[in-house]
């Protein structure tokens, strides 16, 4: 929230000059104005694969590295918009 806040000080409006996001749907995201959208893992195994992949590149470090896709949900806040136009 400090990102919101420097930002709302230094004369920006959320959403309508920056949108921002947080992540993992921090529980407190409904006491600021507007509310921080977030995103949101459906599940817990984003830990577990971390850690797999982690423990595979360190008992292996010639293996490939890996990309993994999570579901997600994100939980609209009020802080998104459509980008600004261009002058």
Sequence with gaps: YH???ALTAA??????????????AIRRH????????????????TADVAVDMLLRRMQ???????HAMLPVAI?????TGPAPELH
Aim: hydrophobic share 25%; proline share 11%.
């Design 75 to 79: 939980v609209d806040g009020g802080t």
């Design 11 to 24: 004369g920006y409006s959320i959403p309508r000059d920056v949108s921002l996001v947080g992540f993992d």
């Design 3 to 5: 990102c919101l806040n």
């Design 30 to 45: 409904n006491q600021y104005l507007p509310p921080l959208t977030s995103l949101s893992f459906k599940d817990d195994k």
């Design 60 to 66: 292996q470090p010639a293996y490939p590295y890996e």
